[in-house]
């Protein structure tokens, strides 16, 4: 006679642990305890898809674990392009974008994780980097002048290990990330190691530890990892007021595609102030007569508030969000 087939048990709620999820790699990733235990995790399920920054309830599987639940998230950071969508991280404070005097960077990717920011709500901080090269720096820091006059914070900074160690520039950026969780975004070269390396001493090691937990001796280094930065804190800082740094590839092809087209104009400040303005409710701000985002462009014959470059950068991102979606 055929036993009946117990039904798997479902877990307790007192079986499940709280954790953080500090490294992602494939589909599986690193939970960190409160008490700073690491281990490795695997989603059960599809659903359970984690990033970096997730709070996750865990249950122990043999010598790993397994995430039985994602707690709701204040944010998502995330690019999409038209085939797939890629998450950044979660729960995130700030989003600082870094960038340098050389190589020089992309207006176009820098106002794209901007949008990316805003459409989150998460405040993004600019830092140009590479202050010791001043012709380069001067000229790029002019470029950014929009940027300032539309509110963001943007720092100048130097991590040249010439420069001096406690420059005023980088110790301005660190009081603006105390306490805070934030994701680091940058075209290649423009210092985001350095920044990781001088700010967090260990994350060599710690890098080294997480490919080898992760990825069973392999080097990764496309990944997306969460550093601790003790050096910020002050002594026994609560768990909740302690400062995080992460660091992710992926600065290239930054697609927006989860943004409606008409949502742009709402996460680029220096048109924000003006659709208000615009005779259509509807106005796309592109060539609708009595638009007032279109009246503060800049040009020969206007000044105004708007520059011709981020007004293009706009036209082109709405272009590109308004094509068909797959
Ligand atoms: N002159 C100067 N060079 C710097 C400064 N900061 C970093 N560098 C140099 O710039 C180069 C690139 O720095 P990385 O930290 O490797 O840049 P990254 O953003 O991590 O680049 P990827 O790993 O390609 O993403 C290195 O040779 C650094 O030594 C700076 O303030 N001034
Ligand atoms: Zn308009």
Not at 102 to 117: F, G, I, K, M, T
Not at 264 to 278: F, Q
């Amino acid at each position: 006679m055929n036993k009946p087939k117990a039904r798997p048990a479902l877990p307790q709620a007192q079986d499940l642990e709280p954790g953080l999820v500090v490294a992602t790699y494939g589909r599986h990733c690193l939970v960190e305890t409160p008490e700073g235990r690491r281990l490795i995790c695997h989603p059960r399920g599809k659903k359970n898809q984690v990033v970096v920054g997730d709070q996750v309830l865990w249950q122990i599987a043999g010598d790993e674990g397994s995430i039985e639940k994602l707690q709701d998230r204040r944010n998502l950071f995330y690019r999409q392009d038209e085939i797939r969508t890629k998450s950044f991280a979660a729960n995130l404070d700030r989003v600082l974008i870094l960038i340098a005097a050389d190589p020089e960077y992309s207006e176009s990717q820098l106002s794209r994780a901007l949008v990316a920011a805003e459409a989150e709500r998460i405040t993004p901080i600019i830092a140009l980097n590479k202050s010791d090269l001043a012709q380069p720096f001067a000229q790029a820091w002019e470029r950014l002048a929009p940027y300032r006059a539309m509110g963001y914070s943007v720092m100048p900074i130097s991590l040249s290990p010439r420069s001096p160690v406690a420059d005023d520039g980088v110790q301005a950026l660190c009081a603006h990330l105390q306490g805070l969780t934030t994701l680091v975004l940058g075209p290649s070269g423009s210092g985001k190691s350095t920044l990781i390396n001088r700010l967090v001493p260990d994350a060599q090691v710690e890098t080294g530890e997480i490919s080898l937990a992760l990825n069973s001796g392999k080097h990764t280094t496309t990944s997306t990892r969460w550093y601790w930065v003790p050096a910020l804190d002050t002594p026994n800082a609560a768990h909740a007021d302690r400062t995080a740094l992460i660091d992710s590839p992926g600065f290239q092809e930054f697609g927006l595609h989860h943004i409606e087209p008409t949502r742009l104009a709402d996460c680029m400040p220096d048109l924000r102030a003006h659709v208000g303005g615009c005779k259509f409710y509807n106005c796309t701000h592109l060539h609708e007569p009595g638009c007032a985002v279109l009246a503060q462009v800049e040009n020969e014959h206007q000044t105004g508030t708007i520059s011709v470059r981020r007004h293009r950068i706009y036209a082109q991102l709405f272009e590109e969000l308004s094509q068909q979606r797959w």
